[in-house]
């Protein structure tokens, strides 16, 4: 690991695109915590979350901007003058993705080259001044050809999401490769919280269970209960994006626990959970949530992470569903 960019007062700064999402807030916690002076990028003239991350994270400083904005980058970049750039930014819900197919290709992949391109122009005659991590998926796996996925699997992506997510991937590469800038690209499996928006499954089930225990919903209404995902925490994962940037080169890694559920199984933990042991009059299926094209089964071989980062998670999935249903059941309680 190298000692890189730490300013005079032996400080250094990191920019966060997506700092409102659930990984931006781990993030800027987690580098807050390791000293940094945190900033983020924050979009929209009156964003809903800014509060949320004003009152979260005091210290961190925020700049106004978009991916699909160039010059706000470039703004961005010069009133931070970062050590490290994580571009976290995207539209994320793949099912949305089909939806509003060309925005989601806008931000989420001509975004992350906007962004390269601006932290290129930011270095000027010094390609490596800032560290660049780029927030790819194992989404990009997609119809997979084999498993567990691993950092050379061919990528067959499903949505246009997953297609985004290649594009942002191949030109992370691509500029380290030009340019010698010091970029790397975490693929990262799904990774979940009670930060968790409330649109991705874990979330939806921990919500509606939660709900359900406290007598205040019915039912839960889902798509395809037999997906799998390699599911682990959102806290664990930030720490691989930090490490990567701290390697001497920069490198693509897979982050995943290794582990493949099903949706089903998600839903049979949480329910189980809150002591609930049939749960088949409490789901109902809906095709309403189907996709257009399903990813069925993802696992990552996270091996390479693990030796050359020394990371591994320390959350497990039982762990996981447990904190999520909890967390919510809080919140209702609470009122929140
Ligand atoms: P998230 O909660 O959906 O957060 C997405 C962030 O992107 C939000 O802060 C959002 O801001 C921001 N954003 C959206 N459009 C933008 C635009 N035009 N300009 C600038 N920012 C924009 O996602 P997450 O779960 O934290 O994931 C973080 C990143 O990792 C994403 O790139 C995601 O695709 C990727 N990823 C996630 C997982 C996972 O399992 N969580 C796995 C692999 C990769 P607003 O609040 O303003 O909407
Ligand atoms: O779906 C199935 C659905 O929306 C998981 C994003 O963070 O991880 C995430 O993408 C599975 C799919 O996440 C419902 O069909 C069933 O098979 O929670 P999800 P995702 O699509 O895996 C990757 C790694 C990312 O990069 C993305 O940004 O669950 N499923 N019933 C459902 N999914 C949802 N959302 N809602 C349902 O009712």
């Not at 700049?63 to 970062?82: E, K, V, Y």
């Not at 591994?312 to 447990?322: H, I, Q, W």
Request: aromatic share 8%; proline share 4%.
């Amino acid at each position: 690991m190298s000692e890189h960019g730490a300013g005079s007062e032996g400080r250094r700064t990191a920019l966060i695109t997506g700092i409102t999402g659930q990984d931006g807030l781990y993030l800027a916690e987690l580098l807050l915590a390791k000293g940094y002076d945190v900033h983020g990028v924050i979009r929209g003239q009156n964003n809903p979350k800014r509060d949320l991350v004003e009152t979260l994270l005091p210290d961190v400083t925020l700049h106004a901007g978009d991916l699909t904005d160039m010059s706000s980058l470039i703004r961005a970049l010069r009133d931070s003058d970062p050590d490290e750039v994580y571009n976290l930014g995207a539209v994320s819900f793949v099912a949305y993705s089909w939806e509003n197919a060309a925005h989601t290709a806008d931000v989420t992949a001509k975004g992350a080259l906007t962004m390269l391109e601006a932290v290129r122009l930011h270095c000027g005659d010094d390609p490596r001044r800032v560290r660049f991590y780029q927030a790819s998926s194992s989404e990009m796996f997609g119809k997979v050809e084999e498993s567990p996925q691993h950092e050379r699997t061919l990528l067959w992506p499903r949505s246009p999401y997953g297609v985004s997510k290649v594009f942002g991937h191949h030109m992370t590469i691509n500029y380290r490769e030009s340019y010698g800038m010091h970029a790397s690209s975490g693929i990262l499996f799904n990774h979940e919280s009670p930060r968790r928006g409330p649109e991705f499954v874990t979330r939806k089930i921990s919500q509606a269970v939660a709900a359900i225990h406290l007598g205040r919903q019915d039912e839960l209404v889902l798509g395809n209960l037999d997906a799998r995902r390699d599911w682990g925490f959102a806290g664990d994962y930030v720490e691989a994006m930090w490490l990567m940037l701290q390697q001497d080169e920069p490198d693509d890694y897979v982050i995943a626990t290794g582990e493949a559920h099903s949706v089903r199984d998600f839903v049979t933990a949480a329910f189980g959970h809150v002591g609930v042991d049939d749960w088949s009059g409490l789901v109902r299926q809906d095709p309403r949530f189907l996709r257009p094209a399903e990813v069925d089964r993802l696992v990552g071989d996270a091996s390479k992470a693990r030796a050359v980062l020394g990371w591994k998670p320390k959350v497990g999935f039982d762990e996981l569903v447990a904190m999520m249903v909890d967390a919510d059941i809080a919140a209702l309680k609470a009122g929140w």
